[in-house]
């Protein structure tokens, strides 16, 4: 089971990025996926969330309106198309796996629900 994401770079505030989180080893179907960060300094904390249906999602708010969460199955690809960036979303960007026992039609947002995590992005919003 892997994960891997890719798509970071370095925006001026106001554009846009979409990251992507290609997985291998386990389809999308039977798993949620849940896009986190970590500035420097800080904790890692939730951006967003897919259910293993992909019907149910979850934004933190400081993204909400922002960013959006979507999947091609065929590709057995998680998108986060973000907008509007702000230097505030200046992080290491991570996907990671999660889901077993949960609703096919809800996600989590905490941190400890997921297990495994890929590689990280990272994403530099300048002012």
């Known amino acids: 089971v892997q994960l891997q994401a890719s798509g970071g770079g370095v925006v001026q505030a106001g554009g846009s990025l979409r990251l992507s989180c290609a997985v291998s080893?386990?389809?999308?179907?039977?798993?949620?996926i849940g896009w986190f960060r970590q500035a420097p300094g800080k904790e890692p904390e939730g951006v967003s969330c897919?259910?293993?249906?992909?019907?149910?999602?979850w934004y933190a708010d400081s993204v909400k309106g922002r960013f959006a969460i979507s999947r091609n199955i065929a590709k057995n690809t998680v998108y986060l198309q973000m907008n509007g960036l702000k230097p505030e979303d200046t992080a290491l960007y991570y996907c990671?796996?999660?889901?077993?026992?949960?609703?096919?039609?809800?996600?989590?947002?905490?941190?400890?629900?997921?297990?495994?995590w890929g590689q990280g992005t990272q994403v530099t919003v300048s002012s």
């Open positions: 990671a796996a999660g889901g077993s026992g949960w609703s096919v039609h809800s996600c989590r947002r905490s941190v400890t629900d997921y297990s495994p």
């Open positions: 080893g386990f389809t999308l179907n039977y798993y949620a």
């Open positions: 897919i259910s293993s249906r992909g019907d149910g999602t």
